[in-house]
Every structure is written in C-alpha cells, then in structure tokens.
C-alpha cells in the first residue's frame, strides 16, 4: 500500500474556499484498517445552501456516518466539499442525494448515510435522510433496514 498521505493536496496549505458546488475537492486517502468493520462519523453543523427558488439561505447540521473499505475521504477536503454548497441552489433532499453520490463515487464504502437536520423556515423543518450499501452485501441489507426503520 503506498504512502496514501501523499496523495493529499489540501492539508497543511493555504484553504481556497469554493464559491459554488465543487465536488472536485474531495479528497480520498487509504483505509489502513479494512480488515474489519468499523463507524466513521462526520458532523458539520453550520452547512448553508441556497433555496433554488427563492435564493434564501437554509441552514443545517448534516451528519454523515460510513463503514470504509479500501479508502476514506479526508476531513478538510470534506469541509471545503460541504462549504462548496454555500452560493448553490439545491433543495434539502437534493443536497443530501448529492452529498450520498459524491462520497459513495469518492470511496465505494462498504455503508454510508447522510442526514440533513435544517432549521425551519416558514415554520417547517425538513429532515431529509438517504443511504447507501454496497450492491449484493450484508450493507446492502443494512441499508434496507436502516431506511424502513427511520421514523
């Protein structure tokens, strides 16, 4: 397995902060414990986005949980991907898809799931979840049973 620190561009340098949806900024290093299974947690409680009607912005906690396989996606280069969000015009459901996409096309975990906790706007709050397990595995399963469980 090579040094997969070296394959990092976005630690210990100046942060350039995307002005729109930037997925381009994820970045990935090697799982050094795929083994076996185990909870990574990330969460981001000041993520903003734009409502792509009206322009207002929306504010949320988004909590992503995942079990690796082969790679991970690293922190900053996650929180410069979460701020990219900032000026983009996406509905709540629409950003936690996308965050799902992009991190499952980044990593091909084993498990993942994101969850989009916004403040409420015009009296209604909004808790989109979405999740995903990897095709023809036990996580696929997991995935069906976390989502039909979810209240």
């Known amino acids: 397995m090579e040094n997969?620190?070296?394959q990092?561009?976005?630690l210990g340098r100046k942060t350039e902060y995307k002005q729109d949806y930037a997925p381009e900024v994820l970045e990935a290093f090697d799982n050094r414990h795929p083994e076996h299974d185990y909870w990574v947690r990330f969460n981001c409680p000041e993520f903003t986005s734009l409502c792509p009607i009206t322009g207002q912005p929306d504010f949320a906690e988004i909590r992503i949980s995942y079990i690796p396989d082969i790679k991970m996606v690293e922190s900053k280069s996650l929180?410069?991907?979460l701020f990219s969000f900032r000026n983009h015009g996406a509905f709540h459901e629409d950003c936690i898809n996308m965050i799902l996409k992009d991190l499952v096309r980044l990593m091909d975990p084993r498990y993942l799931?994101?969850?989009g906790l916004f403040t409420?706007?015009?009296?209604i709050?909004?808790?989109p979840y979405a999740n995903y397990g990897r095709p023809g595995t036990k996580y696929e399963q997991m995935a069906e049973q976390r989502?039909?469980?979810?209240e």
């Not at 409420?120 to 009296?123: H, M, N, T, V």
């Not at 989502?147 to 979810?150: A, C, E, K, T, V």
Request: aromatic share 8%; glycine share 8%.
């Open 4 to 6: 997969s620190e070296q």
């Open 113 to 115: 799931e994101v969850t």
């Open 125 to 127: 709050s909004i808790y």
């Open 8 to 10: 990092l561009s976005l």
């Open 120 to 123: 409420a706007r015009g009296g």
């Open 147 to 150: 989502l039909m469980s979810r």
């Open 79 to 81: 929180k410069l991907y």
